[in-house]
């Protein structure tokens, strides 16, 4: 049913496509003068404009005192700090910043040069404005530590933390200043920033128009306009083959294919994929919106440890993601905060039924699913059913389970429908952040309050304690070793070693073809999708054709 869906719907996306690339002067494969062109239809882009098919546009606008800008550049705004093409944290708004050596207060010295798109200048004021409109919101830019932000003149303004916390710099990288003359409740539909783009155009769930900032205080942006298609993948596909998009995120399926005019980027990522378990029996205690927690099944670490050694982790990158990923046994892979001894060797079926034995579990009846006192090694793994690649990966799974004897049903849903369910089935779940406030979130016990942060109420004193020295520490480079520890210290962790509170599975390679023509530099190893992570550094986008 679902893939009938997708097939009868095709033509509308590609009639609503055809309709706004023809209003972007995209519509024609003619010259004016009616012969046909000789650029390749990649090419079709120029300095003046490129079209932009790589995903989703933000539901709640675009303020990121709300949340804009969490997984990547929020274009419209300028950061204190953001991070190169390396990961190391460099200065934007900031000329300079220090820590106090109890690590309550940050003090930030900003430019002075530095004015937002309708010419009014940014001054502290409008950077203390914001981190504590941040606070206050709640939204999903985390600065509930904050006490209070205060400008101590126009270019200096102090943060004052309620308790020291080594992940506070991501909120200098991440937290898009908004200028307090001009926010307000209409702000996230029609932003005004310092940032190397301004907005024109919203047509919400079509399109997003947006052009240079004549006010950018950095290096002129190379595109002078940019119009972000809000299309499917497969529907972006289409745009880039006709030449209508310069830019086109696909899933791994296809980016095995070609496209004339076009580099396929196979981008390296943390933008992972992994099983939630519930972590806890049931005992009928609820979340506070009422849903079920807990699950007899996956409360077993024998089950838990079973799967992650059976999963053959190679043979998902080599044949659902096409080549395009690599394999994951947790949430950070490949970042310095990464503990590799976390690792195992998967793949080991033989393994994963010496586990279950060791832990009570047979075929008493034959029927090939063990059991354990009454209770049957069965669950249902929950995916959204819109996300062909979480499909393919859960069904994988679940046949390779199947021959060590735990029985997977796997079933897609809607968002609504999986998230009273999360608390008591297993999830394919995708995060992945630069953040370190995401393992916290991931796996603190204090982290489990019904919503999609630790959803299978895991919890752990000893990792609790590691995450909370992580947090605690004065500066990132000195919480390193008790992120690491969290993971596996030897003894204990939360990894497939330790409690494996999850079986994760892969990281995405995220894959773009780029016309030709366009130079976008070298792309950061990315974060999870959301936000488009490809346009981190968007104003050194170069048009190299004439």
Not at 387 to 403: E, F, G, I
Not at 454 to 480: C, F, H, P, V
């Amino acid at each position: 049913m679902h893939q009938l869906m997708k097939f009868s719907v095709w033509p509308l996306r590609m009639l609503l496509l055809s309709q706004v690339l023809v209003s972007c002067g995209f519509g024609s494969t003619e010259s004016t003068d009616g012969s046909n062109p000789t650029a390749t239809p990649a090419q079709t882009g120029s300095t003046e404009q490129i079209v932009l098919a790589i995903g989703g546009e933000s539901e709640e606008g675009y303020d990121p005192t709300l949340g804009w800008g969490r997984y990547g550049s929020p274009l419209f705004q300028s950061t204190l700090l953001k991070r190169d093409e390396k990961l190391n944290i460099v200065n934007d708004l900031a000329t300079d910043y220090t820590v106090s050596e109890d690590g309550l207060t940050w003090t930030v010295t900003i430019r002075n040069d530095a004015v937002f798109s309708d010419g009014e200048p940014l001054t502290a004021t409008d950077v203390a404005y914001t981190f504590n409109q941040a606070a206050e919101s709640g939204g999903l830019t985390d600065v509930t530590v904050l006490e209070e932000a205060v400008a101590l003149d126009d270019t200096t303004v102090e943060l004052r933390l309620k308790e020291p916390q080594s992940t506070f710099v991501n909120r200098l990288i991440t937290l898009g200043i908004v200028p307090e003359h001009a926010h307000g409740p209409d702000y996230a539909r029609n932003p005004i920033g310092s940032g190397p783009y301004q907005l024109v155009q919203w047509d919400e769930g079509q399109q997003l128009i947006v052009e240079a900032n004549p006010n950018y205080y950095g290096e002129t942006p190379g595109i002078e306009r940019l119009v972000f298609l809000f299309v499917e993948e497969d529907a972006a596909f289409a745009a880039a083959k006709a030449g209508q998009a310069q830019v086109a995120s696909v899933p791994q399926a296809l980016a095995v294919q070609t496209i004339d005019g076009m580099t396929l980027y196979d981008v390296t990522s943390v933008d992972n994929r992994g099983l939630m378990f519930p972590y806890v029996p049931v005992t009928g205690t609820t979340t506070p919106d009422g849903d079920p927690i807990g699950n007899d099944v996956t409360a077993d670490p024998a089950i838990r440890q079973a799967v992650n050694y059976a999963i053959d982790r190679q043979a998902l990158v080599e044949g659902v993601l096409e080549g395009y990923g690599s394999i994951a046994y947790g949430p950070v892979s490949g970042l310095a905060w990464e503990e590799p001894s976390a690792a195992i060797e998967d793949a080991q079926p033989e393994k994963a039924q010496e586990i279950l034995a060791a832990g009570g579990w047979t075929d008493s009846d034959g029927d090939g699913v063990l059991a354990k006192e009454g209770l049957t090694a069965e669950f249902t793994l929950l995916y959204p059913a819109n996300d062909s690649t979480r499909q393919a990966l859960a069904l994988s799974v679940a046949a390779m389970l199947k021959p060590i004897g735990i029985q997977a049903n796997v079933e897609g849903r809607s968002w609504d429908e999986i998230e009273p369910a999360m608390h008591s089935n297993v999830v394919l779940f995708g995060w992945g952040s630069h953040d370190q406030t995401e393992l916290y979130n991931l796996y603190h016990s204090r982290a489990a309050q019904g919503d999609f942060y630790n959803a299978g109420y895991y919890a752990n004193q000893t990792i609790d304690e590691a995450l909370d020295l992580a947090m605690g520490a004065s500066s990132e480079a000195e919480a390193i070793a008790f992120w690491k520890a969290a993971q596996w210290d030897g003894n204990q962790g939360f990894t497939a070693k330790g409690d494996a509170a999850w079986a994760w599975l892969v990281n995405l390679d995220h894959t773009y073809f780029v016309s030709d023509c366009l130079d976008i530099g070298q792309p950061q190893v990315e974060p999870h999708g959301h936000g488009w992570p490809i346009t981190a550094n968007i104003a050194a986008w170069q048009w190299t054709c004439n």
